[in-house]
């Protein structure tokens, strides 16, 4: 099947500091990829979808200057969490599509802790 | 909209016995519906896709899900539970310009020894 990768795994970084996660397609050229947010035993909140080469679709309340993606590449895309505080201590997961399908592929998801 | 439904939050069974996790959707034309297995502090894992066809799917690790046109329901279902299987299972739909996927709550699969 298809393989999303994600770095770091997890990650603590004191606040006001940034981070940056990435998240690869390793076997296929993901058109689109998605990041999400998820909070304990709950579902996942979409954040933002973006295509190869083009801006970022964030969803409403997301603050797009605070969360920075990037998708430079059909198998790259990127989440920086700029000046991050507390409230932003998360799990984040990334997932990609290729163009002729319809089901995501995910990565294992990232683990932020901002102290 | 596109939209599951996932109306139990937990399922318990116990090992060996059949399991059924319930979803139901509402889509404005054919559906394409989706069953992920998410593990602890793990992504999600894609188990199975029906797109058309036969209504019954079969996925990964022994999971198949019924497709039901007049019940828009679309169960996940396993002969025989294992331990294992112990996880957040989510039903999901594409949706919105962009064919994001809307995932329902979430429904925890408690499998006891």
């Known amino acids: 099947g298809a393989v999303v990768s994600q770095h770091p795994s997890w990650v603590i970084c004191k606040s006001g500091t940034s981070v940056k996660i990435e998240c690869r397609s390793l076997?296929?050229?993901?058109?689109?990829m998605f990041w999400y947010r998820q909070f304990p035993k709950q579902s996942l909140m979409l954040m933002a979808t973006?295509?190869?080469?083009?801006?970022?679709?964030?969803e409403q309340g997301v603050e797009k200057d605070k969360f920075l993606i990037n998708h430079a590449s059909l198998t790259l895309s990127t989440l920086t969490v700029t000046s991050a505080h507390p409230e932003d201590s998360s799990f984040y997961i990334c997932?990609?599509?290729?163009?002729?399908?319809?089901?995501?592929?995910f990565g294992p998801g990232t683990r932020l802790t901002v102290t | 909209a596109q939209s599951v439904a996932q109306p139990e939050d937990q399922v318990n069974v116990a090992e060996g016995n059949p399991l059924t996790v319930k979803c139901t959707y509402s889509?404005?034309?054919?559906?394409?519906l989706f069953w992920y297995v998410q593990y602890p502090n793990r992504g999600l894992q894609f188990l199975l896709k029906?797109?058309?066809?036969?209504?019954l799917v079969k996925g990964s690790y022994g999971f198949e899900a019924e497709f039901n046109k007049s019940q828009t329901s679309f169960h996940l279902k396993k002969p025989s539970a294992l331990v294992s299987d112990s996880a957040l299972y989510f039903c999901?739909?594409?949706?919105?310009?962009?064919?994001?996927?809307?995932f329902g709550t979430g429904t925890l699969l408690a499998v006891q020894p």
């Open positions: 997932s990609a599509r290729a163009y002729y399908l319809y089901e995501q592929y």
């Open positions: 076997d296929f050229q993901a058109t689109t």
């Open positions: 973006s295509n190869e080469g083009s801006k970022a679709t964030y």
């Open positions: 889509v404005s034309g054919n559906p394409y």
């Open positions: 029906y797109i058309t066809g036969d209504n």
């Open positions: 999901a739909v594409p949706g919105g310009a962009t064919n994001k996927l809307i």
